[in-house]
């Protein structure tokens, strides 16, 4: 833990006293969005301390051309980034002529800072004295509305407290901004035009290179005591920016109040001609609704939400706020509306990484929108990776791959592979299986097979030709080996054999050549189109089974265990119980040269083989793969604690697995890696989901039928959560001695309990 200031609460995060030094910090951890947008959590006035600037629209990005100091060929030619988007949030503020600014002010007292995480608002509180001695008390409250999700409203408002004052309000607009993460401080917006009318302003832009077409907009009223007046704007523009000012004499004790509309039109959804129109549309139906309605609108839509997707822990309100922080950042990034989206590693709330999608979707985020929504929303997840396969194709050809090999990358925001670092995007090739893995879970969960024969199948045939092609047969081991490969265990690189690359690379052929079968049998047309599409030989598939019935694992006799890769036991094996916690974290105190020669494991690499495949597997190899490599690993990712937490509370280690929880849902909370000021690791944050159901609530699916063997941690008393399986919601109640399930639906559900078969009847208690 790292930081500490956060203060508990069941629905809340709450931050009280202003500290120049957690501004960055808190502008990530109160990050809004509403899966179309989302901005950190900057303040609307002007701030002239250390801050992190950054607004961004889902979809939107700039291909930052590759910058390294020696090209390789297959390379990717530029870097994704997200973009900081035209900023619509600025409103400056001057009172009796000076601005106000929390940098500079005299005095700040009772600083208070709100994300409601039930209501989906975030909201600010203070009083401060400024240089020229005016005393004020400043409430605040913003929000993304979920409805009209190209629509934000501030409520901002100041009331005198010692005298008198003149304030004004400057709400603006601006395209001059600029990117946080840059390789080359590119221009990434070309403002095209600038324009308002009355109280409305619009700016026309479009991004360099990928033409993306944008309207920001805003309108604003004015308030005294809560009543509207007319205020005549002083209006003010330039080439990127436009801004109106209302001034009003304001009275000691009586407040003055702007509200602010304002947001993002763009041509994903639009005519890129007809965006100013669009965004006259959205501001005419805000201000008839008003700041207010359009709020309870808002409070209505996150109750919707959390109906389905609450956890709830009884006795421990840290971890109670931790699983709702995850579970609200989660349905702010992504609500499965737009199949042409995906969950970005930061969502809306920082530039690292770049890209849209990574593996982490497949493997962490899936079953989180599987469970608390409708099935659809991981199907047009799975979609996303379909309608992107002519791209893996391309990828792999890039680097010499054939015959409709298929690589998909491990960054991207159409398709193309966009991450620039060559131990990751060359080596770490073991995201094709997150893919495929992705596929066997969906129907697994579902039972929704469709999507094999329609789209799936020629998936996985891409895949499995890529693992055929990229193994390679070793005659000193008369098996076929992966060489130069990084698992996901980033710390070791272009490393032979990794285990778990290897595993899921044989699963992968075996799993496609069963359903190639499948589908033979019973989906003869699509079978017919398929094999003629990919002209795939019955041929070639055998050439697939012997790849795969000769795949080599490394392992040791000595120790019992598959070894993460071939040279893991020539390191030097000192636990990280052993290493000086002043050297932590080794990827902020070490050389790379460093970190690659220690034994030290980034996150579950070996065990995340273990997590996917937990039925191949005995209890007792798990137990022993757990005792040998957790010891060795620094969770210094984000996705490796969950996985931890699961498996340690199957081994019914509940101290052990309840750390790891904490560590995961925590872990931008208590800044636990030294790093949220850069963003948030949203899709991590399904991990934390998964953690309670499928490590504590032990949920499986076996045979078509849910399975749970309940734990809980000695410091709760009770937990519940929900889950959609086959269009019938069942809620589980945790509580120390037994499990509660309820079940909403119209026919009976035939579920798995400790090993014995139970039947759940709707609307009816059954007691286990």
């Known amino acids: 833990m790292n930081l500490d200031y956060i203060i508990p609460n069941d629905w809340s995060i709450l931050e009280e006293g202003f500290d120049p030094e957690n501004v960055k910090a808190s502008e990530s951890i109160f990050s809004i969005g509403n899966g179309a947008m989302g901005q950190r ?31 390789k060929n297959g390379y990717p030619e530029y870097f994704a980034k997200v973009l900081n988007a035209p900023n619509w949030i600025g ?48 409430t ?59 109280n409305q302003a619009f700016i026309q832009a479009k991004t360099m290179k990928t033409h993306f077409y944008t309207c920001t ?54 005519d890129k001609y007809e965006l100013v129109t669009a965004a006259k549309s959205v501001l005419n139906k805000a201000v008839k609704e008003g700041f207010n309605t359009l709020l309870e609108n808002q409070k ?49 709330t920082g530039e690292k990484y770049g890209g849209s999608t990574y593996w982490d979707t497949e493997a962490y985020c899936i079953p989180f929108y599987m469970a608390t929504k409708d099935q659809s929303v991981a199907r047009n997840l799975l979609e ?75 998936v996985l045939i891409g895949i499995a030709r890529f693992w055929h092609q990229r193994a390679t047969f070793s005659t000193d081991k008369n098996k076929y080996v992966i060489l130069g490969v990084t698992g996901p265990n980033e710390y070791e690189n272009n490393v032979n054999n990794n285990w778990y690359t290897n595993y899921i690379a044989q699963w992968c052929i075996n799993y496609a050549l069963e359903n190639i079968s499948t589908v033979e049998n019973l989906y003869a047309t699509d079978y017919t189109r398929i094999m003629n599409k990919a002209k795939l030989s019955k041929a070639e598939m055998q050439e697939w089974k012997t790849v795969a019935d000769g795949m080599y694992f490394p392992y040791s006799e000595e120790k019992e265990v598959y070894l ?116 948030l690791h949203i899709t991590s944050m399904a991990g934390t989901w998964m953690s309670i159901v499928e490590g504590f609530g032990g949920m499986r699916v076996k045979e078509g039928k849910l399975s749970f063997e309940p734990k809980i941690p000695e410091q709760w008393n009770a937990y519940s959560f929900k889950v959609n399986f086959r269009h019938q919601i069942l809620k589980v109640n945790v509580c120390k001695g037994h499990t509660h399930f309820e079940l909403e639906g119209d026919q009976d559900i035939h579920i798995v309990v400790n090993g014995e078969n139970i039947t759940i009847s709707p609307n009816n208690l059954v007691t286990v």
């Not at 959590?41 to 700039?62: C, D, H, K, L, W």
């Not at 409601?116 to 004020?136: C, D, H, P």
């Not at 979920?146 to 395209?175: H, Q, R």
């Open 140 to 198: 605040v409250k913003r929000f993304l509305s979920l409805d009209m999700d190209e629509l934000g409203a501030i409520d901002y408002s100041i009331k005198p407290l010692n005298s008198d004052a003149s304030i004004t309000y400057v709400p603006y607009i601006d395209s001059g901004i600029t990117n946080e993460d840059s390789n080359w401080d590119d221009k990434f917006w070309d403002t095209l035009s600038v324009s308002h009318q009355d």
């Open 564 to 679: 993460q890769q071939d040279g893991f036991l020539d390191k030097e094996l000192i636990t990280v119980a052993d290493l000086d916690k002043s050297q932590r974290p080794i990827n902020q105190k070490w050389s790379w040269d460093r970190i690659l020669r220690s034994p030290y494991i980034k996150q579950a690499d070996t065990l995340q083989g273990f997590y996917f495949f937990e039925d191949h597997f005995t209890t007792e190899e798990l137990e022993r793969h757990f005792d040998f490599y957790e010891p060795f690993t620094v969770h210094e990712s984000s996705l490796s604690p969950c996985v931890h937490s699961i498996q340690a509370a199957k081994l019914n280690r509940m101290d052990q697995a309840y750390t790891f929880y904490l560590r995961t849902s925590r872990l931008d909370l208590d800044d636990y890696n030294h790093e949220v000021h850069e963003g």
């Open 41 to 71: 959590a900057n303040f609307e006035e002007r701030y002239s301390g250390p801050t992190f600037q950054g607004s961004y629209i889902a979809g939107v990005y700039y291909p930052d051309k590759t910058r390294v100091g020696w090209w």
């Open 300 to 348: 209505m839509a996150w109750s919707k939400i959390w109906e389905m997707a609450d956890i709830t822990i009884d006795g421990d309100v840290k971890a109670q706020q931790g699983i709702r922080f995850n579970i609200f950042q989660l349905n702010q990034t992504y609500l499965g509306k737009d199949a042409r989206l995906n969950i970005g590693p930061k969502g809306f």
């Open 384 to 458: 996303y990776r379909y309608n992107h396969l002519d791209k893996a194709i391309e990828n792999a050809e890039k680097l010499g791959f054939s015959n409709g090999a298929a690589l998909y990358p491990m960054v991207t925001m159409n398709g193309e592979e966009c991450h620039n670092e060559w131990e990751i995007t060359f080596e770490e090739i073991h995201r094709n299986g997150a893919i495929a893995f992705a596929i066997f879970n969906y129907h697994r969960y579902t039972g929704d097979y469709s999507y094999i024969p329609e789209k799936g199948l020629e």
């Open 217 to 270: 907009f805003m309108q604003s009223q004015v308030f005294i005591n809560g009543s509207l007046v007319e205020v005549a704007p002083n209006t003010s523009s330039d080439s990127n920016s436009v801004s109106f000012g209302y001034t009003f004499n304001v009275k000691e004790g009586e407040s003055y109040s702007i509200h602010k509309f304002g947001g993002y039109t763009v041509d994903r959804n639009h």
């Open 91 to 138: 409103i400056d503020v001057f009172i009796n002529d000076e601005a106000l600014n929390l940098y500079k002010c005299k005095k700040i007292e009772h600083f208070k800072r709100e994300l409601n995480m039930k209501e989906g608002w975030l909201s600010r509180y203070f009083i401060a004295t400024l240089q020229n001695n005016t005393k004020v008390e400043v």
